[in-house]
Every structure is written in structure tokens, then in C-alpha cells.
């Protein structure tokens, strides 16, 4: 997890604006980095950058199809690290590049900030940083002020460092394999928007325990949701009690075995063996691996509850959630109303 304090230094920093060409938006590149003389500035600065990837703890590395050496902006990004004074020149080359591929029309042309940290965390360990930002949108701020004794106010567009568009942190670790990279998107789930990770950065998600545990849980989700009911008969309170059980595994170990995780959470050898078949079938048709072993991580498991959905809807008149004993609810059918029904048993009524 990425906190604001870890980062103490913003060395360098300088700003570019990159328009959408496809616009007829021009790209404008600033001649020497910002001079950063006002403390209280540069930690507001850091603030805007960094808060918003203190939410995620998901990493990714720069990649290319053919040759990792052939991304542009792994390369930009190791010739700063091995020299400083390169600093101007490739954060021109990052903007081009990203002017390059700010096409789609729906694209926001803004202020493209690119900084240098000498010193933050990672892993324990203090390494420099570089990071790219980018803000698009613009807020309206009152301006409340006293003139002649009277209060007057009047309006400002500006940034609010509260909602930073697209980010990227490179840390200088992990060279060889892509440097370690943290990316926001506020809008990543838009079509135009998928150029900054996929097209701009080309980065690719790390194969870290957050990754793991993410694609195991999918995989377990997929089995008991898709798999089991056609080798089983099987109602929705069964796929809704394996589905709990599996929560409980991922939130209460620290630890993923897969061999641990069968026999705790299915129980019988058939289903084990139907596991393990789709466990091989799932790797060969996402080209995503599933360690045997692998260390459980807690925020990947917390940002993947909503896959653990313990809910059975009935028609569209009643939502029942079912958080615990399987056994304290019962299917039937009503021969008289020619509908299916469910008993549940308590002992007190909240």
C-alpha cells in the first residue's frame, strides 16, 4: 500500500500541456522545469499526486509484445533514473508520446505533470520515483474576498486536488522486469479512456500475491457459479454456501493451498477432482497461472467481495441474504400454489 508521507522529496517537476490532435489541439511543452521554492505548494502538489494511489495496492510492470526495450515509456523512464539531467528532455519525449496516442475524439486535452520523488517507499526500501499525471477536468471555485469593508465574491476555474484524472508512479526497482508501476484511472472503464493504461503506459498487472489472489478467487467464483451445477444437482442455497465458505478461506488465511483449499471448502473427493480439471482448464484459457501456494492478499480479497455475492432473488419480490448455516433453510414446493418456497429456521428475530 502506497501512503502520502512516503514520498518526501519532489525533485523535479515540470508541465506540459497535451491537447487531443485529432481536435486540432496543440501540444505545448514547457522550456525548463517548474521551480518549486514554496514548501506549502510542493506538499500540496505531492498530495494531489499521490492520494489517490493510497486506495489501491494493485502493481503492474511496463511490457511489449516483442521486446520489453521497444516501450516507450520504460525507456524514458530509465534514462531519468540513470541520469537526472535528463529529466526535461524525456519528460518532452513522455509527452509527445502521449500526444501521440491521444486520438479518440472523446479524449481531454489538459496539464500534463511529470515529477521526479528522490525519496519513497516501496517494500521497505527507499528508491526515487517517477511519476506522470494528468488532469482533464476543471472545477469552478467562489472566491469570497473583503473589499472596502465589504465582502465580494467572484468565481476561479481551476484543478481540484481532490480528483486527479490519470497517474502513474514508476519506482526504480525491478528494472529487468518492468519496473514497478502503480497506475490510476478515474475513468479507466470507458472505451476512450483504456489508451492511457493499454496504448500510453503498455503495462501489464505484476504476477504479485494481490494478482494471485484476485485470479484465484475468480477461478473459485467461475467453479461454483458455472461448473458445479452442470456435474451436480445443485440449487442456489448450495452454490450461495460454497460461495460463503469460500470468503470465509480467503479472509480468515493468510495463506492459499490449493490442496487445503479443496478439502476445506468442497469436501467431497469428486468435487475435489472437478476442481483441480477446471483449475487447469481456467489457466490454459485465460493464460493466467495458479500457484499451488501463494500468500493471501487482504486487499485484493476486500476489493473482490462483491464476487462472494450471498444473495438468492426470488422472482422480483424478495432479496433473502444468507450469511451462515446452510442448514437453517429448506427448499419445497407448494402443490396447491404451484410455486417453489423456502422455510427458514431462527431462534430471534432482530
Known amino acids: 500500500m502506497i501512503h502520502v508521507s512516503e514520498f518526501k522529496d519532489l525533485a523535479h517537476l515540470t508541465i506540459h500541456k497535451v491537447g487531443n490532435s485529432s481536435n486540432e489541439e496543440m501540444l505545448l511543452c514547457s522550456k525548463a522545469p517548474l521551480q518549486l521554492e514554496d514548501e506549502t505548494i510542493s506538499q500540496l502538489l505531492i498530495t494531489y499526486f499521490i492520494q489517490p494511489f493510497t486506495k489501491t495496492a494493485e502493481f503492474f510492470r511496463f511490457f511489449h509484445e516483442a521486446d520489453l526495450q521497444l516501450n516507450e515509456i520504460f525507456q524514458y523512464c530509465r534514462r531519468i533514473f540513470e541520469d537526472q539531467s535528463e529529466f526535461q528532455e524525456q519528460s518532452v519525449n513522455i509527452a509527445k508520446h502521449l500526444y501521440k496516442h491521444s486520438t479518440h475524439p472523446k479524449i481531454k486535452g ?21 511519476g506522470i499525471f494528468k488532469s482533464e477536468n476543471r472545477d469552478t471555485y467562489l472566491k469570497v474576498f473583503l473589499e472596502d469593508e465589504n465582502y465580494q465574491v467572484n468565481y476561479e476555474d481551476g484543478i481540484n486536488i ?64 458455472n461448473k458445479l451445477p452442470t456435474e451436480y444437482e445443485m440449487d442456489r442455497v448450495d452454490q450461495v454456501d460454497l460461495l460463503n465458505k469460500s470468503a470465509a478461506y480467503f ?14 471448502v468442497l469436501g467431497h473427493p469428486d468435487a475435489i477432482a472437478s476442481f483441480r480439471e477446471y483449475r487447469n482448464e481456467y489457466q490454459q484459457a485465460y493464460q493466467q497461472e495458479i500457484p ?16 462472494f455475492k450471498s444473495v438468492l432473488k426470488l422472482d422480483s419480490n424478495f432479496h433473502i441474504y444468507i450469511h451462515g448455516n446452510r442448514e437453517m433453510i429448506e427448499k419445497g414446493f407448494d402443490e396447491a400454489t404451484n410455486l417453489h418456497y423456502y422455510k427458514l429456521l431462527f431462534e430471534n428475530e432482530a
Open 110 to 130: 489538459g496539464e500534463l505533470y511529470i515529477g521526479y520523488f528522490s525519496k519513497c517507499q516501496v517494500d521497505g526500501e527507499e528508491v526515487p520515483a517517477i
Open 292 to 307: 499451488d501456494e501463494f500468500e493471501i492478499s487482504a486487499p485484493a480479497v476486500k476489493k473482490q467481495q462483491k464476487v
Open 251 to 264: 479472509k480468515e488465511k493468510e495463506h492459499f493451498q490449493v490442496d487445503d483449499f479443496a478439502n476445506e
Open 162 to 225: 481532490n480528483k486527479l484524472d490519470k497517474g502513474c508512479l514508476v519506482f526504480n526497482v525491478e528494472e529487468e522486469d518492468g519496473y514497478k508501476v502503480s497506475v490510476v484511472d478515474s475513468v479507466s472503464k470507458q472505451t476512450e479512456a483504456v489508451y492511457w493504461k493499454d496504448a500510453f503506459l503498455q503495462v501489464m498487472r505484476r504476477e504479485d500475491s494481490y494478482h494471485q489472489t484476485e485470479t484465484a478467487v475468480n477461478m473459485c467464483k467461475q467453479f461454483i457459479h
